[in-house]
C-alpha cells in the first residue's frame, strides 16, 4: 500500500540556515508525484515544490528544493537560508496513479520552527 | 479569481445533527477531493470527484456523503454527526491531465461536534 513518512515531529533551525526536512515513501506505482505543501498556524495549504518519478533534476522552487533519491525512495525538503516566516508545519504528499484519481496520500507532518 | 472557497468556516453541532459543507471552485477544474485533518496528524482523504456527476470513496469515507451536481461545487455531507467528526475539513480541486498540476485547497471549515 502506498505511504507517505515524515520521521521527524518538530524541528528548529535558526535564521538564515539551512534546513532538511524528511520524507520517505513507499508505491508500487511506476508513475508518481511527490508534492511539498506548508500550512502555517493560520490553516492554509500552501503548495511549495513538486517532483515527478520520471523526472531526471531535482526540482527547486526559489529557497526550496527537493532532494529526490528514488532508489532510496525518499524526497527530502530542503529550506535554504531559513526565514521567520518558514514557521510552520510542513507535509510531504504523493499522488496515486491516474487510475485512482490522482488522489494524494499526505504524512503526518513536520513543525519547523525559525530561531532568531 | 476566488481559487476554492469553503462555506462555512466554523461549525458547532450536536451528536446527531446533519449538515453540509459547500466547496466552491472557480477555476474550473475537473478534480475535486474533500479531506480532513485531525490534530497532529496529515490530511485524509474522505471523497474525491474526478468530473461532474461522478464521486469516489477516499481513505475514510463512512459517516459522510458527497455530491457533485454541477462542475464548480463538491458538497460533503454528515447526516448524523458523531463527535469522532470533530476535524478540520479541506476541500482540493485540480485541473485534470498534467502530472503536474497541484491540487488547490480552500481556506478549511473547523467542525465541533458535541
Known amino acids: 500500500a502506498q505511504k507517505i513518512t515524515q520521521t521527524q515531529p518538530g524541528m528548529f533551525v535558526q535564521e538564515k540556515e539551512a534546513v532538511t526536512l524528511d520524507c520517505t515513501y513507499d508505491t508500487s506505482d511506476q508513475s508518481y508525484g511527490l508534492f511539498w505543501y506548508k500550512q502555517p498556524s493560520s490553516g492554509e495549504m500552501i503548495f511549495l515544490i513538486y517532483q515527478g518519478s520520471y523526472d531526471e533534476q531535482n526540482a527547486t522552487e526559489g529557497r526550496y528544493s527537493l532532494n529526490f533519491q528514488k532508489a532510496r525512495k525518499s524526497a527530502n525538503l530542503v529550506i535554504s537560508a531559513s526565514q521567520l516566516g518558514d514557521s510552520a508545519m510542513y507535509f510531504c504528499a504523493m499522488r496515486e496513479g491516474w487510475s485512482r484519481g490522482g488522489k494524494l496520500i499526505f504524512g503526518q507532518g513536520t513543525e519547523l520552527s525559525v530561531k532568531p | 479569481n476566488a481559487g476554492v472557497t469553503q462555506t462555512p468556516k466554523f461549525r458547532v453541532l450536536k451528536t446527531g445533527q446533519s449538515m453540509t459543507l459547500l466547496c466552491a471552485q472557480d477555476?474550473?477544474?475537473?478534480?475535486m477531493y474533500w479531506y480532513r485533518q485531525d490534530p497532529g496528524m496529515g490530511l485524509r482523504l474522505i471523497h474525491y470527484s474526478v468530473g461532474e456527476g461522478t464521486t469516489a470513496k477516499g481513505e475514510v469515507p463512512d459517516g459522510y456523503n458527497v455530491s457533485r451536481l454541477k462542475k464548480q461545487n463538491f458538497l460533503l455531507g454528515l447526516e448524523s454527526a458523531a463527535p469522532s467528526q470533530t476535524s478540520v475539513y479541506f476541500c482540493?480541486?485540480?485541473?485534470?491531465?498534467?502530472?503536474?498540476?497541484?491540487?488547490?485547497f480552500g481556506p478549511g471549515t473547523r467542525l465541533t461536534v458535541l
Open positions: 482540493a480541486s485540480r485541473e485534470a491531465g498534467s502530472s503536474y498540476n497541484e491540487q488547490f
Open positions: 477555476m474550473n477544474h475537473e478534480y
